[in-house]
């Protein structure tokens, strides 16, 4: 699956404080921009799954709210995990 237990650590492992620390906003960041690669893939082949679609749309806005709030709260973090994840803006 694409989204296991051992995917999730090495993410928050990654860009989180520790694995354990999955509350973090960088880490819900790496996390959900995880799932928006997974999700457009899927919709590339499945053009017609409104549901995937909307579910999409959701978890950009999510992603959208919490690096307007890092970008608020701490510049350098922000940048740090836009760069670090190649993100645009």
């Known amino acids: ?5 051992e995917v999730k ?4 492992k990654k860009h989180g404080k520790s694995e354990k ?3 973090s906003a960088e880490g819900q960041i790496a ?6 690669e997974h999700l457009s893939s899927h919709l590339k082949s499945n053009r017609k799954d409104y549901n995937t679609e909307r579910s ?5 806005g999510k992603r959208r709210s919490l690096l307007d709030y ?4 701490d510049i350098l973090r922000y940048r ?3 760069k670090e994840l190649g993100l645009r803006k």
């Open 1 to 5: 699956m694409y989204n296991s237990k």
């Open 9 to 12: 650590e090495t993410i928050f």
């Open 21 to 23: 620390d999955t509350g």
């Open 31 to 36: 996390l959900f921009t995880h799932r928006i």
């Open 56 to 60: 999409l749309v959701r978890l950009v």
């Open 70 to 73: 890092l970008k608020a709260k």
């Open 80 to 82: 740090a995990i836009v």
